[in-house]
């Protein structure tokens, strides 16, 4: 597939030229797209941990406040919002390649569909595997959402990105962003991975409004060594959901938590998810985080 890049500017810039960061050689957006006074928050963690689920019943929380959501997948597979629209959505590269990447001629029903409660969920997808950039798609995803007037219409935007991937292009969502959250497992790999998503929102901010605004313990049942982490870096932990049944079935049942039978577990789970919407709603400091190097880590993570 090729994606001709005149839609949207890019520019490769180095440590030499004032990239973010040393030894840095990032893709970098168009600095004029403005994504409006939506809310806006990345959603990252390692592979595997859990991230869409948060996203995507954090976007039901959001909603039931009142506030008008929109969640943006950026992971090739396109699976973030499942749960939401009960299928796996057409993604905007799909649209854009109907159209022979002639955006112009996409309408907004080409690459946004309502979600359970409203959520509007859209799925960036991205180029074949080996092939190009990330970064490109999450850029034209804005800009698409931006020329339709669908973020000055929007409350709050969850960008749910890929795995611990730390790449300029699935950094982009940083470059939107104005609170980042890393969700982890009370374990070595998850903290480790944490440590560097960390590191390379560090390195946005320099640049970028962004900042840390939390760590969400997920499937869990203790938050020891999470909780000694983020003591030891500058971070905080504001959320935490235990390793639940009722999460797992949510996902086979391609349901958000918020439409399971009720129970007192599922309750607790949603009110959470609720307190946590609440807390992000009224505003978050952002968190002085200093990472650790790679092998300082390692050292520190000393399980019994």
Not at 217 to 231: C, G, L
Request: proline share 4%; hydrophobic share 40%; with cysteine.
């Amino acid at each position: 597939m090729n994606m001709p890049n005149n839609n949207i500017p890019v520019r490769i810039m180095d440590a030499a030229g004032g990239g973010d960061g040393e030894g840095s050689l990032q893709v970098h957006l168009d600095d004029q797209i403005d994504v409006g006074q939506a809310k806006i928050f990345a959603v990252y963690g390692k592979g595997g941990i859990g991230k869409s689920t948060t996203s995507s019943n954090l976007s039901v929380a959001f909603s039931k406040l009142g506030k008008r959501v929109i969640q943006i997948g950026c992971d090739p597979k396109h699976d973030s919002t499942f749960t939401l629209t009960k299928c796996l959505v057409p993604t905007v590269i799909d649209a854009l390649e109907a159209v022979e990447f002639h955006a112009e001629e996409l309408r907004v029903e080409d690459f946004v569909y309502e979600g359970y409660n409203g959520v509007m969920c859209v799925e960036a997808g991205g180029p074949p595997a080996g092939t190009g950039c990330g970064g490109y798609v999450v850029g034209q995803t804005v800009k698409l959402l931006k020329q339709h007037h669908l973020l000055e219409d929007s409350d709050v935007v969850i960008f749910d990105v890929l795995g611990d991937v730390v790449c300029g292009g699935f950094a982009s969502p940083l470059q939107h962003a104005e609170r980042a959250l890393v969700v982890t497992a009370n374990d070595f790999d998850s903290i480790f991975a944490m440590n560097r998503i960390a590191t390379a929102i560090q390195a946005k901010s320099k640049n970028y409004g962004v900042r840390l605004g939390g760590v969400i313990a997920n499937r869990s049942a203790k938050t020891d060594e999470i909780d000694r982490f983020n003591a030891a870096v500058g971070l905080k932990r504001v959320a935490h959901f235990p390793d639940l049944d009722i999460i797992r079935r949510s996902r086979l049942k391609k349901s958000t938590l918020f439409e399971m039978p009720a129970s007192e577990e599922l309750e607790r789970v949603q009110q959470e998810y609720l307190d946590l919407a609440a807390r992000l709603w009224a505003g978050t400091d952002p968190l002085p985080v200093t990472p650790m190097k790679d092998r300082d880590l390692f050292d520190f993570l000393g399980f019994d």
